[in-house]
């Protein structure tokens, strides 16, 4: 069995990475190492700079990940700013920006890139994007973040609604693992 770091401080994130992995021989241990996030327009670019940081002082095999929530008619808004968005404003504050928009306006989409880096090699990265739409109010007790108002497409619950299962046949961040489970199930 392979062991990987996770450099995270969130346990929703290391629970589904858990789930995904554990199916083909890989233990996910988390580490809180903490990175700064750059202000970018891109999640890549936060991730490219977030392996940077953390190899400088950790020698391991480790993977990490960058997410956020892309709401169309924001202009893409919050985006790469996401987790502080959340910390700021939650759930409540993005339905409340979007007060008075329909049902066809609120689309939106997660997405998630992880890297994978192993030392001395050059980091990889793995990207994936769930659509749906923003709900019109808070519902479920299950995931974190923006889970409680997201609703993917091909189902009427929201991310909080489902069970870690459920919600990694729809996630980005389980369309990321899955590209880095092919990747690995290669090497």
């Known amino acids: ?71 169309d008619v924001l202009n893409g808004f919050p985006g790469v700013y996401s987790s502080y968005v959340f910390r700021t404003i939650g759930c409540k504050g993005i339905l409340k920006l979007l007060e008075g928009h329909e049902a066809n ?32 109010a808070e519902s479920g007790d299950h995931g974190f973040g923006f889970d409680p108002i997201f609703i993917p497409v091909g189902d009427t619950k929201t991310f909080a609604q489902m069970d870690v299962g459920e919600k990694n046949c729809f996630s980005h961040r389980g369309k990321s693992l899955e590209k880095f489970i092919d990747f690995f199930k290669k090497q």
Do not use: W
């Open 105 to 136: 306006e609120r689309k939106a989409v997660f997405r998630s890139v992880f890297a994978y880096k192993e030392p001395d090699e050059n980091p990889v990265f793995f990207v994936g994007e769930c659509h749906g739409k923003i709900s019109t």
């Open 1 to 71: 069995m392979k062991t990987i770091y996770f450099i995270t401080s969130n346990k929703g994130k290391l629970s589904e990475a858990k789930r995904k992995l554990s199916d083909i021989d890989i233990e996910v241990v988390q580490r809180n190492l903490g990175y700064p996030e750059i202000q970018t327009d891109t999640l890549e670019d936060v991730a490219r700079f977030g392996v940077e940081h953390v190899q400088k002082r950790f020698n391991h095999t480790f993977i990490l990940e960058d997410a956020g929530l892309f709401i």
